[in-house]
């Protein structure tokens, strides 16, 4: 048989609308090598985004593509993996997407560790919507909705990945895209929830978190020896932080954990339920689904 082999241009769709010099130019290039230095089909792959600049890259990719509502790309995303355990599924969209109105969302998917990759274009603003401030504005930032400077701390959504019990947590940056490539390669190699941070600078509406701004402060943490223990990488983050500087690169990676789709469609209970006729009754009725969709 002769096997074909994917290559970029599989993966070409129409030419993305973003301003010259976005930094979402850089991951949608690095997403879609990833893919082919994988060999994932583009017919096996489905992108679901959010509202905002970020969330146009699904239009942008030519596989399976799910342009959704703001804030809410991490249900839908799920969503198709139990539908079809088989696609490569990715999340995508900006820190207003997932930080704000889908904060929520964020939290909980990784109590649930689906078998998708979630990344999230970091460029500390709203930016479709004109220049906001947002989760990841830093204090003192100044923008449309805090004329005189935010007076709110940032999240650090590394901190709230890792606390909330995700087993791959990770941050690039598009001012350096062999190392993003690379990182996101490996997130989607990764058997679970693989949450992936980008800096991607907005260069229209943010004049204050520049590629020059980006450059000066960001430091790969993951660099020398083994990977450490979730504490261990909280330390790192917070120590990073504490010097002015910006962390990147895979800070944790936990493997083996079994996956939401797996648990579900298997009809197991993480813990074993207390009301087995209930139990019994849902497992026939996975067992019918899978029958009827995947046998
Ligand atoms: C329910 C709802 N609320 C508000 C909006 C308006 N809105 C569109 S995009 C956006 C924020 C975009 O910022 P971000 O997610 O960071 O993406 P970026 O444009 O920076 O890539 C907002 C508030 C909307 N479309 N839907
Ligand atoms: S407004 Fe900012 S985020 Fe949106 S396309 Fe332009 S540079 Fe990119």
């Not at 560790?113 to 274009?121: A, D, E, L, S």
């Not at 996975?286 to 009827?292: R, S, T």
């Amino acid at each position: 048989m002769v096997e074909v082999k994917i290559t970029l241009k599989d993966y070409d769709s129409h030419k993305p609308t973003w301003c010259p010099g976005c930094g979402d130019y850089a991951v949608l290039l690095a997403l879609k090598k990833a893919l082919v230095n994988l060999q994932i089909p583009p017919h096996e792959v489905v992108v679901v985004s959010g509202i905002g600049c970020s969330g146009k890259i699904s239009d942008y990719v030519k596989s399976y593509g799910y342009h959704g509502i703001h804030g809410r790309v991490l249900p839908t995303a799920t969503a198709v993996k139990i539908a079809n355990p088989k696609l490569t599924v990715i999340g995508a969209g900006g820190d207003g997407d997932g930080y704000a109105i889908g904060g929520n969302h964020f939290l909980h998917v990784m109590r649930r560790n689906p078998n998708i990759t979630y990344i999230v274009m970091n460029n500390m603003i709203y930016a479709l919507t004109k220049g906001q401030t947002s989760p990841t504005s830093l204090k003192g930032f100044k923008s449309g909705t805090s004329p005189f400077g935010s007076v709110e701390g940032n999240i650090e959504p590394l901190y709230i990945a890792l606390s909330m019990g995700a087993p791959f947590v990770a941050r690039g940056f598009a001012g350096d895209p062999k190392r993003l490539t690379e990182i996101l390669t490996e997130a989607i190699k990764f058997k679970g929830f693989a949450f992936v941070d980008i800096y991607s600078p907005c260069v229209t509406f943010n004049r204050f978190n520049t590629y020059d701004w980006f450059k000066e402060r960001v430091e790969y943490i993951d660099t020398q020896g083994p990977l450490p223990t979730r504490m261990e990488a909280l330390n790192a983050i917070s120590q990073t932080w504490e010097r002015d500087k910006l962390p990147l690169g895979i800070v944790y990676k936990e493997e083996g954990l079994p996956t939401y789709e797996e648990l579900i469609l298997k009809g197991e209970d993480a813990v074993p339920a207390k009301d087995d006729i209930f139990s019994d009754l849902w497992k026939e009725k996975i067992k019918h689904l899978i029958q009827e969709n995947f046998v």
